[in-house]
């Protein structure tokens, strides 16, 4: 299988020209999903004792396979949060996979490390945090929201031997994106969740919810979620009122920008995530908004030896060399993945080819094309708006019709 012959360079011609093609159409031929048993019933089984062969394999996939999908960079795709990967990004994720980096130590993986530190610093540089903070790359929001609440978690039980026989508990609001409640399972916690009179969660809000807590439960309560863009709407929370109770009571407070982060490059917005600069941690998707290709998230942490704590692995096998070029920035050691490709360095790629100020334009006119839309919407009179557009979602619907 790992011989080198001329089927397997044929058949890298074959990979390449596709990727090429992909990479610069336009307006790639749009899918759609199939049901599981039509897609078998044309395809068969593929993976048998003999082999199909790679050329039979491949043009399954080329010709079927690829088209029961939906290409979620396509230019009319408006659902759901759409990835934009730059083609600088997509071609630097082939070198990333060819490349064969593992990306959890800086043994093994400096040089990857170094290029997604690189990217690191001017994402922690949107945020405005201070002096210390630095974040790690992960597979995405969820991971990222995962790595942040376990630090928390862990902090919060370092304080008192008693935490550590304690179920936590931590306060979101009902708009927070479903991972939060998903991760609160995963590491076995109790949330409880906000129902905001407005749009947004409010420091007011937050303080009188934490006021009517028994006093068993405010001894439990170790991290409040926020969000800087909610995933229905673009809606960011009140953070700065939220920083001021999270200090006030002494709580971790992590800020869930997973979609909204982006915004933080654009001078136009910035000002709606004033407080942001205080969270003890952030999560950030470049997969979404920074024009990275799956999968890309981003958690940064205010202390990083707190994240560390939580998250750092032992075992002689993971022991690191003596040699003085092994020492450095281990990302495993800062959330939940041991093992890790160096899925940042498709974004650092991106942004030492074009530049900052690239992106911050890109992500101005993401802003300005809702802004557009939104006034195409109220000039035709079988339209309305559901509310204003925030950030670069829209939210409208068609008068009189119903759900069918």
């Not at 933080?264 to 917005?269: D, E, G, N, R, Y």
Request: proline share 4%.
């Amino acid at each position: 299988m790992h011989s080198i012959d001329m089927d397997l360079v044929e058949m890298t011609l074959d990979v390449m020209k596709y990727a090429i093609d992909r990479i610069s159409n336009v307006t790639p031929e749009l899918g759609a999903p199939k049901k599981e048993e039509d897609l078998l019933r044309i395809v068969g089984e593929t993976v048998t004792a003999d082999g199909i062969g790679g050329e039979a394999a491949f043009k399954l996939f080329r010709d079927v396979l690829v088209k029961a999908t939906v290409p979620i960079d396509h230019p009319r795709h408006l659902a759901f949060v759409p990835a934009a990967p730059t083609r600088a990004a997509i071609m630097f994720d082939l070198v990333t996979s060819a490349s064969s980096i593992h990306g959890a130590y800086w043994m093994e993986g400096g040089g990857g490390i170094f290029c997604e530190n690189q990217a690191m610093k001017w994402l922690v540089s949107l945020t405005g945090m201070p002096k210390g903070t630095f974040g790690v790359f992960t597979s995405g929001g969820t991971a990222a929201n995962l790595s942040a609440i376990v630090a928390a978690r862990e902090e919060w039980r370092s304080r008192k031997t008693d935490n550590t026989g304690l179920k936590g508990l931590l306060i979101t609001s009902d708009a927070a994106h479903s991972s939060v409640q998903a991760m609160a399972k995963v590491i076995d916690a109790d949330m409880l969740m906000i129902h905001c009179e407005g749009e947004y969660l409010t420091g007011k809000e937050l303080q009188a919810t934490i006021n009517q807590l028994e006093e068993k439960d405010r001894k439990r309560l170790f991290a409040v979620v926020a969000t800087g863009g909610t995933t229905n709407a673009g809606i960011i929370d009140e953070l700065a009122t939220i920083a001021d109770v999270c200090e006030k009571e002494n709580v971790w407070f992590h800020i869930d920008c997973a979609y909204g982060g982006g915004a933080l490059a654009a001078k136009s917005v910035k000002h709606l995530f004033n407080g942001i600069e205080r969270a003890d941690s952030v999560t950030i998707d470049p997969h979404k908004w920074l024009f990275s290709p799956y999968d890309c998230g981003a958690v940064i942490y205010k202390n990083m030896e707190l994240a560390k704590n939580a998250h750092s692995q032992k075992g002689s096998y993971l022991e690191i060399f003596k040699d003085e070029g092994a020492h450095g920035f281990n990302p495993s050691e800062y959330q939940i993945q041991l093992t890790r490709r160096v899925r940042g360095m498709p974004l650092w790629f991106s942004l030492a080819m074009h530049g900052t100020d690239k992106y911050r334009v890109a992500i101005e006119r993401g802003i300005e094309l809702a802004q557009i839309a939104a006034k195409k919407i109220e000039d035709r009179p079988y339209l309305e708006l559901v509310r204003p557009p925030s950030l670069s979602v829209v939210l409208y619907r068609r008068k009189g019709w119903t759900p069918d």
